[in-house]
């Protein structure tokens, strides 16, 4: 089975499950996600994170438009949770993408803009 079917690889690699985020919500403290996963279940993340609008503005300022956003979250063994993000956007010539805050990601989420998430089993 692939990664993206949340078995592990065949070659023994992280297993990973990847989804879409279909629903977004923001409380007091932190970031609500629905994430519809690649076998149609629904997986409720919460992040200790509020998205920031005004920050992606000044990030996406200079691109025509913003492709998408992908986060990928790891659950470390020993230190909680381990993110990293990046947001694909056309720019004045080319596609590029570039690591942003997960506030900045969040706010492109909360925006509208799709985006995947890929979530991997912790690392031992």
Same mark, same amino acid.
């Given at each position: 089975?692939?990664?993206? =079917?949340?078995?592990?690889?065949? =070659? ?12 977004? /919500?923001?409380?007091? =403290?932190?970031?609500?996600? /629905? $994430? ?14 509020? @998205?920031? @609008? ?14 998408? $956003? ?7 063994? /020993?230190?909680? @949770? ?7 956007? $056309? ?12 506030? $900045? ?18 690392? /031992?």
């Amino acid at each position: 089975m692939a990664a993206e =079917d949340g078995a592990a690889p065949e =070659d023994g690699g992280t297993p990973g499950w990847l989804g879409r985020v279909t629903d977004l /919500s923001v409380g007091d =403290d932190r970031t609500q996600l /629905s $994430v519809r996963l690649s076998d149609g279940t629904v997986m409720e993340l919460a992040l200790p994170v509020r @998205p920031d @609008p005004a920050r992606a503005r000044r990030y996406t300022a200079g691109a025509r438009r913003i492709r998408g $956003v992908h986060l990928r979250l790891r659950a470390a063994a /020993s230190e909680g @949770p381990d993110t990293a993000w990046l947001v694909v956007a $056309v720019g004045r010539y080319r596609e590029q993408r570039r690591p942003v805050p997960l506030a $900045v990601a969040l706010a492109l989420t909360e925006r509208g803009v799709p985006t995947q998430v890929r979530l991997e089993a912790p690392v /031992s």
